[in-house]
């Protein structure tokens, strides 16, 4: 499909099947943000739609069970209860790194062809052009069901019988304790100093003052890889934490 040159996007209109056609200009379009807790509609196709908005409990509600069902094939093989919870931490801290590698290094690819604009503003643009949006924060159940299945086939394939379930469920507790974060720091107003500092650590990243804050677990990762030169000098324009 071509590019539209000097392509201006319909905000009135689904988006999805307008991004593309921004070509070069995609990339400075998706980060000016819009505040709003109202996010676009995507689709013009209503099951596609209804399948992209979330509500942050769902994550809770639906993975929790199966991070125990997991972590409970584990105790049924006669793992120990040691060996269980550091199987547990493994799978949360593996997470971690998961997370932040994705946000910086896939997440934030540059991108000016139709179809590779049109795949980044569904996997991750459409958050930083609408950060406040309260039903696409946290990933859909559906999508994440689907990408589930090749991440326990590497699992099992890296672990032991007994030993696989624990370190999956992990994982997976490690991704409902993200969503449920990044849900806070967003709409959530803290008033203790660390998830404070954390807030602002993020949001600065989705207001570009700095190259950091890729993920909830950025201030650890980023002392590790370190981070990219700065977006905007401290004159520029910009929302802090108290603004939203």
Request: net charge positive.
């Amino acid at each position: 499909m071509m590019v539209v040159q000097n392509f201006v996007v319909d905000l009135n209109k689904a988006l999805v099947f307008q991004v593309g056609h921004l070509g070069e200009a995609y990339e400075e379009w998706v980060h000016q943000p819009i505040v709003s807790k109202e996010g676009p509609r995507f689709f013009e196709n209503e099951i596609l739609e209804f399948l992209t908005r979330t509500v942050w409990w769902a994550i809770p509600v639906i993975w929790l069970p199966v991070v125990c069902w997991f972590i409970y094939k584990s105790i049924r093989m006669g793992l120990s209860c040691p060996h269980l919870a550091l199987l547990v931490v493994l799978g949360i801290f593996v997470w971690t790194l998961l997370e932040y590698s994705l946000h910086r290094f896939l997440f934030h690819i540059k991108t000016k062809t139709y179809w590779g604009n049109t795949l980044h503003y569904l996997l991750h643009g459409c958050h930083h052009k609408h950060p406040m949006d309260g039903l696409r924060l946290v990933f859909p159940p559906a999508a994440t069901a689907i990408l589930l299945m090749p991440f326990w086939n590497l699992v099992k394939l890296m672990a032991t019988t007994s030993t696989a379930p624990a370190l999956f469920g992990g994982g997976l507790l490690g991704y409902v304790m993200y969503d449920c974060t990044h849900y806070y720091l967003h709409h959530g107003q803290p008033r203790t100093e660390v998830p404070r500092n954390l807030k602002k650590y993020h949001l600065n990243h989705h207001f570009r003052i700095q190259d950091k804050g890729f993920g909830i677990t950025s201030s650890l990762w980023d002392k590790v890889f370190g981070t990219l030169p700065p977006k905007m000098d401290a004159k520029s324009p910009h929302l802090s934490c108290n603004h939203l």
